[in-house]
């Protein structure tokens, strides 16, 4: 299911505040929501905010749950 804009733009800023507390700053955040990564096909974070809602949240949760441990 396809994201409406208005959608994508609370999301996309949900998520980066919710990256921005996991990985402790806003730049290390920015990084990760760049970078393109293996779990979600080699596309980055925030590429598939728009195509596969939740994927990314539950990505994040699964990094937040690593670091914490």
Same mark, same amino acid.
């Given at each position: 299911? %396809?994201?409406s804009d208005k959608g994508l733009a609370v999301l996309?800023? %949900?998520?980066?505040q919710r990256a921005?507390?996991?990985f402790g700053s806003p730049v290390k955040a920015s990084r990760w929501l760049? %970078?393109?990564t293996r779990?979600?096909?080699t596309a980055s974070p925030l590429?598939?905010?728009a195509t %596969?809602?939740? $994927?990314v949240? $539950?990505?994040l949760a699964r990094v937040d749950h690593s670091l914490a441990s």
């Amino acid at each position: 299911m %396809r994201v409406s804009d208005k959608g994508l733009a609370v999301l996309r800023s %949900r998520i980066t505040q919710r990256a921005t507390e996991t990985f402790g700053s806003p730049v290390k955040a920015s990084r990760w929501l760049h %970078r393109p990564t293996r779990p979600l096909g080699t596309a980055s974070p925030l590429e598939m905010l728009a195509t %596969r809602e939740g $994927a990314v949240e $539950a990505l994040l949760a699964r990094v937040d749950h690593s670091l914490a441990s």
